[in-house]
T-cell receptor, first 119, second 115 residues
């Protein structure tokens, strides 16, 4: 149980285009989802936390208009990288939790990640 | 804010031997969770072991065990009988019990297993 599916696993696109990454919880209701960014051989950096039906909470330094997060249902969150440029190339990982953001002891379940390459 | 420090960028171990990965953290909270995650070349995040801070007993999962020293804010991972499949990046992570479900990750340790 507790499977999180992330799609696509790898995407290559031209500079200036927008790219959407999906994160789905397959067998549980994910009230909270997290989006991370990871550079090669580096740690995971939290970008934002989203609760179903409400606006995402972005970490300091993350551009809200560049990285649009939508968590419209209990099983799906999307990250859209708008007007992507080569510096946005990275590995993006989502995770999902059945608990609410605060006061939750529900574990995070990770997707397999998306490798984004902007030419 | 909580911080997690992994001071070993890379470690090597001979197959079947034992290796210990270090992790220290900084927090003013008394209750929290600590985790070790494994990230193999496939880049999937795999939970290895978790420890609740209020539990004095060190967590164990088969060949993986931790040495949790709350006063010293230390949380090391011991891998016994190392196998080739253990080769991966290992991340130590902290999660507050009071301030939500966020995970704070350390910088990671690359573990290489020699045959």
């Amino acid at each position: 149980g507790a499977v999180v599916s992330q799609h696509p696993s790898w995407v290559i696109c031209k500079s200036g285009t927008s790219v959407k990454i999906e994160c789905r919880s397959l067998d549980f209701q994910a009230t909270t989802m997290f989006w991370y960014r990871q550079f090669p051989k580096q740690s995971l950096m939290l970008m934002a936390t989203s609760n179903e039906g409400s606006k995402a909470t972005y970490e300091q330094g993350v551009e809200k208009d560049k990285f649009l997060i939508n968590h419209a249902s209990l099983t799906l969150s999307t990250l859209t990288v708008t007007s992507a440029h080569p510096e946005d190339s990275s590995f993006y990982i989502c995770s999902a939790s059945a608990g609410r953001s605060a006061y939750s002891n529900q574990p995070q379940h990770f997707g397999d990640g998306t490798r984004l390459s902007i030419l | 804010a909580q911080t997690v420090t992994q001071s070993q960028p890379e470690m090597s171990v001979q197959e079947a031997e034992t290796v210990t990965l270090s992790c220290t953290y900084d927090t003013s909270e008394s209750d929290y969770y600590l985790f070790w995650y494994k990230q193999p070349p496939s880049r999937q995040m795999i939970l290895v072991i978790r420890q609740e801070a209020y539990k004095q007993q060190n967590a164990t999962e088969n060949r993986f065990s931790v040495n949790f020293q709350k006063a010293a804010k230390s949380f090391s991972l011991k891998i016994s009988d190392s196998q080739l499949g253990d080769a991966a990046m290992y991340f130590c992570a902290y999660r507050s019990m009071e301030y939500g479900n966020k995970l704070v990750f350390g910088a990671g340790t690359i573990l290489r297993v020699k045959s």
